[in-house]
């Protein structure tokens, strides 16, 4: 089966080994990526005033759009995920908004897209069984921490990923590539997020906290699913080391990245020269590469 | 059975079907059904007593002291189920469960299920021998899964009626089809593994629903780390810690490492008035029971921190605002007015992020221990029960009353009425006065049908 894709803004740029790392693993387990044919930013913040309207228009847009080419469809950053997803779900059961914007957008869209993310597709349509009889190169001995973040769950009712407080699905899915998944406590805390722009000392301590708690319960490798949370914990390493002399860098790989190793892909593809904490060392000692 | 057949039976043993049954039944052997059986017992009218455990005493008898006297509930409790036990009025039925209930006031007819215990009790003496030598040990329900029962046990040494009953799930010769060592131990040859569930009818005239109360599963609470962090507990496994009679003696240790814990953190309100999250209800009884923990473990742990998280401190009893008090002025405990958003296991500490409203910072300790003053739930049957007895019962399962206010122990259904928290949430004093005023209305009831001619009591 084929899915609607929506890239987002980051995957064009700084997070452009998540994209193609995506794009190249679905291949290999049989379903497609349709790019949408005409997508913009998806206005990266859902609004949280509840009249705040103008916000809305963007992502559904994208959506409008996207249902004239079909039926589901699916994203990859936590944050465009987080506004697709919870727009959908205004224009679903707010009819106000949804002809206000409807009649703005000259559209006639009815919230009736399925929105999945990537992991969902593992899970639900794949099967993490199934995915684990694909694995070309056993993870096995490979500590990983999965990093949830913020906005896969929150707000939880909205959402409806996984479990509220204690998710399971990105360790599943670790589990099904044969990695050894690391369960921290701060696996679903926040990253700083948009901090570091304004207060990066607020992001940089909330990533120290993150990557500590992380590496103390045994983790070589965290893995996320966001290119602000991946900002916050991979590039910023070097802000924290020079804050917290004690600290040690750890590699942080995107879900897809992970992912195309288990699938065998070639190490040249998996975009590793846009981590900033090269993890070629670890994987080479782990003799994964 | 056919209305015609039962008024053929009813004719042959010579009794009107005009009679109002002047004899009981109360559903729970909690402090609330014992005390309203006493009561009944004590008026000369006929009680029989339905407990789903082996035997009676109900949540009370987990306790280890009660607020606001700090007087010990098993030597409180004691007395009372002995009395119930040899009661020349009561009945029980332990280890039984209300099956069917039929007819009206004066005239129920209920089917009792009485659970194999694979035990003759008639037979058996309560020597204790078949629990000595029992080979299979596994974690006791009612020590809240931190000590070990065998699988042919009793709840506790001093249970009434002092009869045990086997775990088919965990004894080794109704699992593997090995072992028979409590039969060959048992001088009287009670032992029975081909008992199956018995079935009894009584006739009633009035029903007493004393059914008791639960606490939400900690499996509910994914912030507090869903039941997976040892050293995170309920209240209720907080009073078999310290009790005489619990898994550790009464001595204060933690359940991973059997350490004494210097700081440990109080969580009130964990479940209820939360109405987005869990309960909207307030469970009435934690405030105090957290003020009586805390400073049980000063006693007991001298140089030992606890520390309170609440959102307000209701103690509206009699004695119950000054026993607060004492706690705060003289023995040291730190009220801390905020909630707790998160807890997480650290080594062998137990990390807890709450707030401090009053200053406005965030708080974290590092605690050794943490007990979850857990929302009072009613009893899982509760609503397949009421359905049972055509009574209503709200969304949670608390029976209700007939009136708020002027009518609080009566049901729908004449004959019927309610007693203890299966009403709702309260203290031992209130269930008490609540069971006391349950058995008043039951011999009201009773009086007026004084001339009719009379079967049973």
């Known amino acids: 089966m084929d899915y609607l894709y929506f890239p987002g803004c980051t995957l064009y740029t700084k997070a452009k080994n998540f994209d193609q790392t995506a794009r190249t693993c679905s291949r290999l387990l049989g379903f497609e990526l349709k790019e949408l044919t005409n997508w913009t930013c998806c206005g990266a913040t859902f609004p949280l005033a509840t009249d705040n309207v103008m916000a809305l228009l963007p992502p559904t847009r994208i959506l409008a759009n996207a249902k004239e080419e079909g039926a589901v469809l699916t994203t990859l950053c936590a944050i465009c995920f987080n506004v697709i997803k919870r727009t959908n779900r205004v224009i679903q059961g707010d009819e106000e908004k949804r002809n206000k914007i409807n009649a703005f957008i000259e559209k006639n869209y009815q919230g009736d897209l399925r929105i999945l993310h990537y992991l969902e597709i593992l899970k639900k349509e794949i099967g993490f069984p199934q995915l684990k009889g694909k694995v070309k190169k056993n993870l096995s001995g490979l500590k990983a921490a999965a990093y949830y973040g913020c906005m896969l769950l929150r707000p939880f009712d909205e959402m409806e990923f996984d479990d509220k407080e204690r998710p399971t699905i990105f360790e599943d899915f670790l589990e099904a590539l044969g990695a050894r998944a690391v369960d921290f406590p701060f696996k679903i805390e926040c990253c700083g997020s948009f901090q570091s722009v304004g207060s990066p000392d607020v992001a940089t301590e909330c990533a120290y906290k993150i990557l500590g708690s992380a590496m103390k319960n045994g983790a070589e490798v965290i893995v996320s699913t966001c290119p602000l949370c991946t900002f916050n914990i991979d590039h910023k390493q070097t802000d924290i080391k020079q804050k917290h002399l004690d600290f040690k860098t750890i590699p942080v790989l995107y879900f897809t990245q992970i992912l195309g190793l288990a699938m065998g892909v070639e190490a040249e593809t998996l975009g590793f020269e846009q981590n900033a904490v090269d993890p070629l060392p670890l994987l080479k000692e782990k003799g994964l590469l | 059975m056919g209305m015609a057949l039962e008024k053929v039976r009813d004719d042959a043993r010579g009794l009107s079907r005009e009679a109002f049954v002047k004899k009981a039944l109360v559903i729970g ?32 008898l987990q306790l280890s002291e009660t607020f606001p006297t700090l007087d010990c509930a098993q030597c409180t409790l004691t007395p009372k189920t002995v009395e119930t036990g040899q009661h020349p009025h009561i009945k029980l039925l332990t280890y039984s469960e209300v099956d069917e209930v039929t007819g009206k006031a004066g005239d129920f007819r209920v089917r009792i299920r009485r659970k194999a215990a694979y035990v003759d009790w008639t037979k058996c003496t309560g020597c204790g021998l078949c629990q000595q030598k029992c080979p299979s040990k596994n974690p006791s329900e009612f020590d809240r899964g931190m000590g070990m029962a065998k699988a042919i046990y009793t709840l506790s040494p001093q249970a009434v009626p002092n009869k045990p009953v086997i775990n088919a799930a965990m004894c080794r010769y109704l699992k593997e089809g090995k072992c028979r060592v409590c039969e060959k131990v048992c001088p009287v040859g009670a032992i029975d593994y081909e008992q199956k569930d018995a079935y009894v009818e009584e006739r009633v005239g009035a029903i007493v629903v004393a059914s008791g109360f639960d606490l939400m599963p900690q499996e509910r609470f994914g912030e507090y780390g869903q039941g997976t962090i040892p050293d995170v507990i309920d209240g209720l496994s907080f009073e078999r810690l310290n009790s005489a009679s619990g898994p550790t003696t009464g001595e204060i240790r933690r359940p991973s490492d059997g350490k004494i814990p210097k700081e440990v953190v109080f969580i009130q309100c964990t479940g209820s008035r939360d109405p987005e999250r869990y309960l909207p209800y307030c469970s009435r009884v934690c405030c105090m029971y957290t003020a009586k923990h805390a400073r049980l473990y000063k006693h007991k742990v001298h140089d030992g921190q606890a520390y309170i998280f609440y959102m307000d401190i209701r103690s509206t009893g009699k004695g119950y605002e000054e026993f607060i008090q004492q706690g705060m002025e003289e023995e040291g405990i730190l009220y801390l007015r905020g909630r707790v958003a998160r807890m997480y296991r650290d080594g062998d500490k137990v ?104 079967v049973g009591g």
């Open chain 2, 29 to 60: 052997g909690g402090i609330a059904g014992i005390s309203s059986s006493i009561d009944l017992g004590n008026a000369g009218y006929d009680v029989l007593l339905v407990e789903k455990l082996p035997s009676i005493g109900g949540r009370m």
């Open chain 2, 351 to 454: 990390v807890v992020w709450g707030v401090d409203t009053l200053t406005g910072k965030k708080v974290e300790v590092s605690a050794d221990m943490v007990v979850l003053a857990t929302a009072l739930t009613p009893q899982r049957e509760a609503k397949e029960l009421a359905r049972k007895l055509g009574i209503r019962a709200d969304e949670y399962g608390f029976i209700t009353e007939a009136h708020r206010k002027l009518r609080p122990v009566e049901t729908d259904v004449e004959g019927i009425f309610v007693a203890g928290c299966a009403q709702g949430p309260k203290d031992i004093a209130d269930a008490v006065a609540h069971a006391n005023a349950a058995a008043s209305k039951v011999q009201g009831l009773f009086a007026k049908h004084r001339n009719d001619k009379s």
